[in-house]
Nanobody, 115 residues
Framework: QVRLVESGGGLVQAGGSLRLSCAAS????????GNWYRQAPGKERELVAT?????MTNYSDFVKGRFTISRAKNTIDLQMNSLKPEDTAVYYC???????????WGQGTQVTVSS
């Protein structure tokens, strides 16, 4: 059974940095497209960043220039710099994997940015 497990969340002051990591386990399926989403309290889940199998990346406007998504064989990382209080949310890893592009979600990791 495929599992995506996030790590690296925590509490940081505004202007600080965190690195989130998402590891896929339990499968030999390869990651085709990797995404990071986030959901703040009372808000809908929103896409933060995407990386394709060919390492093309795309970012939402609110993180451009501050966040960097990267990937290794079965991991998807998100480097977050210059964090702002409005970046506070639960961050979720999402991946499309295998020949049928099956979608998997991680359980989420809390990121809290204090002012």
């Amino acid at each position: 059974q495929v599992r995506l497990v996030e790590s690296g969340g925590g509490l940081v002051q505004a202007g600080g940095s965190l690195r989130l990591s998402c590891a896929a386990s339990g499968s030999i399926l390869s990651i085709n497209t990797g995404n990071w989403y986030r959901q703040a309290p009372g808000k809908e889940r929103e896409l933060v960043a995407t990386i394709t199998r060919g390492d093309m990346t795309n970012y939402s406007d609110f993180v451009k220039g501050r966040f960097t998504i990267s990937r290794a064989k079965n991991t998807i990382d998100l480097q977050m710099n210059s964090l702002k209080p409005e970046d506070t949310a639960v961050y979720y890893c999402n991946a499309r994997m295998g020949a049928f592009n099956q979608v998997y979600w991680g359980q989420g990791t809390q990121v809290t940015v204090s002012s």
